[in-house]
């Protein structure tokens, strides 16, 4: 069992900036590859962000250049360091765990809200 807690979003102007932050439990936190997605009402939840194991990063199109997921093992932390925001960020964001030799990803935070004013 890993649970997720997500911090650090809110409401803030177009062109600002946000940093999240996703607190994992377990002992094994350095072996999963961490994910980020966002839902905005009224659609699917998307993919955002990705780190691997050995730090292996990727990124939506939409996100390229203005977010950067980093990850601190030692304390069990994934950041998504999110840059000259836009209004259509504004989205509920989800850390979400997938562990080694998992397909998919199991282990879902319960979301925090980001919200992007133009």
């Known amino acids: 069992q890993v649970q997720l807690v997500e911090s650090g979003g809110g409401l803030v102007q177009a062109g600002g900036s946000l940093r999240l932050s996703c607190a994992a439990s377990g002992r094994t936190f350095s072996s999963y590859t961490m994910g980020w997605f966002r839902q905005a009402p009224g659609k699917e939840r998307e993919f955002v962000s990705s780190i691997t194991w050995n730090g292996s990063t990727r990124y939506a199109d939409s996100v390229k250049g203005r977010f950067t997921i980093s990850r601190d093992n030692a304390k069990n932390t994934v950041y998504l360091q999110m840059n000259s925001l836009k209004p259509e960020d504004s989205a509920v964001y989800y850390c979400?765990?997938?562990?080694?030799?998992?397909?998919?990803?199991?282990?879902w935070g319960q979301g925090t809200q980001v919200t992007v004013s133009s």
């Open positions: 979400a765990v997938r562990r080694l030799g998992v397909s998919l990803y199991d282990y």
